[in-house]
């Protein structure tokens, strides 16, 4: 049976792309630098699928290592049941990581910061779950990752916070 290859990964541009086959079927694509084509093959013939060393289509930027797979191929069932069940099964591959539908922090009036908060995790197994905020004003973004423990405590002293604000609020006037 085949499974899901573990590639070198070195991070340096790839400079091939290695496609994956189970019998017929595309299954994946690998992408490597020179230095690592070898192993990225034996590896990859090793977890019993049939490589096709290609070029890069131009254009394309993948760092040594990444591998895609595609949803419709043998291999995708092999992702399944390592999604934890809040992931929106996104192409996790691409993303490195796990995601959950991003949920705004909405208010009903227009605000300077756009904020997004939703859980991540990255794909090794020993990954906990963490809760990414992210706030974008106009072109500039930026984002905080909490671990759960954190995230929880942060719940308590917001609600401190809010309380301290709402206190100092004076005949609708901040004082
Ligand atoms: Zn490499
Ligand atoms: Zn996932």
Known sequence: MSTLPTLPSCGEPATVRIELYTADSLDACAYTCTAHLTHATAVS???????????????????????????????????GPDHPRWCDRHDCQHRGQHRSRSRHVDTDRPEPFIVDVALVQALHPA???????????????????LSVAQARVL?????????????????????
Do not use: K
């Open 155 to 175: 719940r308590y002293r917001l609600a401190h916070l809010l309380e301290v604000a709402r206190a100092t609020r004076n005949d609708g006037r901040w004082t």
């Open 127 to 145: 990954a906990e779950p963490m809760v990414n905020l992210t706030s974008v004003a106009g072109i500039a973004a930026g984002s905080l990752v």
């Open 45 to 79: 013939v090793r977890a019993g699928l049939d490589t096709q060393p290609i070029g890069m289509a131009p254009g394309t930027n993948r760092p040594c290592g990444y591998l895609h797979v595609f949803s419709t191929g043998t291999l995708a069932d092999r992702l």
